[in-house]
């Protein structure tokens, strides 16, 4: 199989957080930052291109005889320790979406 170029149009909205420019993928959830409006757009666009990029084959760092002689050290989570970490990853993300539209919605009243 060949790898083949695909040229993609994508739209960015783009805004002040005090110092810094923050630029926002609307089609991926995708973004950057940086000192100017260009930088924070190029940042994006790097940042987009990683985003899309394939992901390479996954090469163990350990072999499986090595895994044997340590895996009783990393016992699996409980269902409870899954819970914490989903809820703490879901804080996290709610977090970010409210900043998100508080940001939208100054952005919007300056307009």
């Known amino acids: 199989m060949t790898a083949q170029t695909i040229q993609i149009s994508l739209k960015a909205s783009v805004w002040r957080e005090g110092q810094l420019f923050i630029a926002r993928c609307l089609q991926l959830d995708v973004a950057s930052q940086g000192q100017t409006e260009e ?8 940042a987009v291109e990683l985003y899309l990029e394939p992901p390479s084959p996954l090469k163990p760092d350990v072999s499986y005889e090595d895994w044997d002689a340590f895996k009783d050290d990393y016992p699996p989570l409980t269902d409870e320790q899954i819970g914490q970490i989903t809820d703490q990853a879901m804080s996290e993300y709610d977090r970010e979406e409210m900043l ?5 919605q100054r952005r919007s009243v300056a307009g």
């Open 100 to 104: 998100y539209e508080q940001a939208k």
């Open 39 to 46: 930088e924070s757009l190029a940042n994006l666009r790097e």
